[in-house]
């Protein structure tokens, strides 16, 4: 079965400086999704991706965040300048149709780790 | 505000004992309601949801969940509990005119053998 892959598994990251995470969605797939977990907080939605724009984003994801498509593949979330409240499990997801219509595939997630 | 609610953080059983987690939402107009499972170092998984129709969805392995309109409530179940169900059980919700879904807070499922 197909699967949605990230990378890295784990970021361990200083304040203030860049990540970029990594997701390669499902090939058919044609809406992306990233979700955060903050330690023992709910699963959060940060942003969703269709047709090479942003479709919606939360509170949460501010100037800091940047989603791209850089090629066909990848769908990557950029965090510009890390901040200690940034560490958490970033869940990179995808669906063939709107999630209204067709269910999530999520990733295994990456752990980033700020300090 | 839109929420999901699940009343139980850790839920421990035995084998073969009965399953009920709750979920309650909160949500202004028609939704569609899921479960995820999430077994240890693994991925969220969709386990199953519900979009319309018979309120009373069977997913996989053995797990149903009813859609209770008037509560709010969409519970997951399951009659007879294995090892192999140990993992963090998520219920989410999403509107109809929304793309993102919004979760509950998880409740973690350890089954003893």
């Known amino acids: 079965e197909p699967e949605v892959t990230q990378t890295p598994s784990h970021q361990v990251t200083q304040m203030g400086q860049e990540v970029i995470l990594r997701c390669v969605p499902i090939?058919?797939?044609?809406?992306f999704y990233w979700y955060r977990q903050i330690l023992g907080q709910k699963v959060e939605f940060l942003v969703s991706?269709?047709?090479?724009?942003?479709?919606?984003k939360s509170e949460i994801f501010d100037d800091q965040f940047s989603v791209e498509r850089p090629d066909g593949s990848n769908f990557t979330l950029k965090i510009r300048s890390t901040k200690l409240e940034d560490s958490a499990m970033y869940f990179c997801?995808?669906?063939?149709?709107?999630?209204?219509?067709?269910?999530?595939?999520f990733g295994n997630g990456t752990r980033l780790t700020v300090t | 505000a839109q929420s999901v609610s699940q009343h139980n953080h850790h839920v421990i059983l035995s084998e073969a004992a009965s399953l009920e987690l709750g979920c309650n939402y909160s949500?202004?107009?028609?939704?569609?309601l899921f479960w995820y499972v999430q077994y240890p170092g693994q991925h969220l998984q969709l386990l199953l949801k519900?979009?319309?129709?018979?309120?009373l969805v069977k997913g996989i392995k053995g797990f149903e969940a009813e859609f209770i309109k008037s509560k709010f409530s969409f519970n997951l179940r399951k009659p007879s509990v294995q090892w192999s169900d140990t993992a963090e059980y998520f219920c989410?919700?999403?509107?109809?005119?929304?793309?993102?879904?919004?979760f509950g807070k998880g409740t973690k499922l350890s089954v003893k053998p």
């Open positions: 519900y979009f319309s129709g018979d309120p």
């Open positions: 949500y202004g107009g028609t939704v569609n």
């Open positions: 090939s058919n797939h044609l809406y």
């Open positions: 991706f269709y047709n090479n724009e942003i479709s919606e």
């Open positions: 997801a995808s669906s063939l149709r709107q999630a209204i219509d067709s269910p999530l595939h």
């Open positions: 989410a919700v999403n509107g109809r005119s929304q793309g993102n879904l919004i």
